[in-house]
């Protein structure tokens, strides 16, 4: 798990390798990401955008970005935490992703970013 925390919020990172999967009779490597947001700054915030550089060990990057995540706009009161899953396809068994969540303090309306450590997807028989 990799972690950390910009202006109060902490996000953690797990993945879980999920297989391959075939799309346009292409075969990709399919990977899950659970992403823990949890503030613990003393200010209400509201997730509004999110921004994704996905690395594909292939010399391929891939840019996702756009409103919320996984459809929603969570609000976190101060100690409030947010957990969601998601997922990517990759060409090669093994990359990466980065990236930050913008965010609003909904008390002062002032917008900041919070950023989202590098965190590696890659097969299991890469890891032995």
Do not use: H
């Not at 009779?25 to 503030?39: C, E, P, Q």
């Not at 990517?88 to 950023?115: H, P, R």
């Amino acid at each position: 798990m990799v972690e950390q925390i910009t202006k109060g919020i902490k996000i953690s990172v797990k993945t879980k390798y999920n297989g391959t999967n075939y799309r346009n009779n292409r075969l990709f490597y399919t990977f899950a990401y659970i992403i823990t947001i949890k503030n613990t700054s003393s200010n209400t915030v509201k997730l509004t955008d999110r921004f994704w550089k996905i690395y594909d060990s292939l010399n391929k990057t891939e840019i996702v970005s756009g409103e919320g995540v996984v459809g929603q706009t969570p609000i976190l009161k101060p100690n409030d935490v947010y957990t969601y899953s998601s997922g990517c396809f990759l060409e090669s068994n093994m990359g990466a992703m980065k990236g930050f969540y913008t965010m609003i303090n909904l008390e002062t309306y002032d917008q900041f970013k919070v950023y989202i450590p590098i965190f590696q997807l890659t097969t299991p028989v890469l890891l032995n």
